[in-house]
Nanobody, 124 residues
């Protein structure tokens, strides 16, 4: 079992930055690949970024490539999403998720555990 709790969301102006954190409890955090997803009102949940269990591999959606950075600290059981140059279209509830797999996973249905989400709102 893995419990995930996101934090760091909020309201920011376009062009600003936020850093999301996802704290995991439970054993063997380092055995899980982690991902960030988001869901805007009226839209499906979409993949944002993923990181392998070791942190050695990352993958990003085209819409955030070059602006967002995913990282993890296995000693702290935490994964981060640094979001820069935010745009109004980044407004969504952001979720972190864990999958018992060493490699990056981009498909939501493959993930085993989900957090409750944190709201990110970018004003224009």
């Amino acid at each position: 079992q893995v419990q995930l709790v996101e934090s760091g969301g909020g309201l920011v102006q376009a062009g600003g930055s936020l850093r999301l954190s996802c704290a995991a409890s439970g054993r063997r955090f380092s055995s899980y690949a982690m991902g960030w997803f988001r869901q805007a009102p009226g839209k499906e949940r979409e993949f944002v970024a993923g990181i392998s269990w070791s942190g050695g591999s990352t993958y990003y959606a085209d819409s955030v490539k070059g602006r967002f950075t995913i990282s993890r600290d296995n000693a702290k059981n935490t994964v981060y999403l640094q979001m820069n140059s935010l745009k109004p279209e980044d407004t969504a509830v952001y979720y972190c998720a864990a999958v018992f797999d060493p490699a990056v996973v981009t498909t939501a249905t493959q993930y085993d555990y989900w957090g409750q989400g944190t709201q990110v709102t970018v004003s224009s």
